[in-house]
């Protein structure tokens, strides 16, 4: 994913982001620190914050895809091992209100502009409690805010155009949620 953005990572980086990210995961509750350490191992290898989110969402957006598509499958075969049918509506409810989120969030992703107008929105009531000083920096932040939800916005649009073969042969690396490591950057 990063080769299909224009960067190239040394695969040894590569395998030190991977492992610290997944150690990282290992230590934190629900597994919410990996992704912050592989986001912040890939700004430091020159990877603007925007793209390097791109990447992590990416492979997140690719778990989802591959688990989402699996679980009828799973239900199918595990239809005798599940306690009750009303064990597999629940399970398939989850799975529906996951892929509408995730509908949310590709919606998200054509308007950028809906996203900038929110955080707008956020950091305009956030801004009164921090006092009249902060115009300034308040500004700067949200011209930074909005220039990496470009290169974000930019960087899907990459991935879904031009990096596509390079995307399917790093989705054959990437299930990091089932416990192996996640190549999706030597893609």
């Not at 049918?85 to 409810?93: C, D, E, G, R, T």
């Amino acid at each position: 994913m990063c080769n299909a953005l224009g960067y190239k990572v040394n695969y040894l980086k590569i395998v030190e982001i991977i492992l610290s990210g997944v150690f990282v995961a290992g230590v934190t509750p629900s597994s919410a620190g990996g992704e912050p350490v592989r986001l912040s191992m890939l700004h430091m290898n020159r990877i603007p914050l925007g793209k390097a989110t791109a990447v992590i969402v990416g492979e997140r957006l690719l778990d989802a895809f591959l688990v989402s598509s699996s679980l009828p499958f799973a239900l199918y075969i595990m239809k005798d091992t599940l306690p009750s049918s009303k064990f597999n509506v629940a399970l398939l409810i989850a799975s529906l209100l996951a892929l509408m989120a995730l509908s949310f969030f590709i919606y998200g992703l054509w308007k950028p502009e809906k996203v900038k107008n929110i955080i707008r929105r956020i950091t305009g009531r956030i801004a009164p409690l921090l006092g009249k000083h902060t115009d300034a920096s308040i500004s700067h932040l949200m011209e930074k805010v909005d220039r990496e939800v470009d290169l974000f916005h930019e960087s899907i649009w990459i991935f879904i155009s031009v990096g596509k073969k390079k995307d399917c042969y790093g989705a054959c690396f990437l299930p990091t949620s089932f416990g192996r490591l996640s190549f999706s950057c030597l893609s």
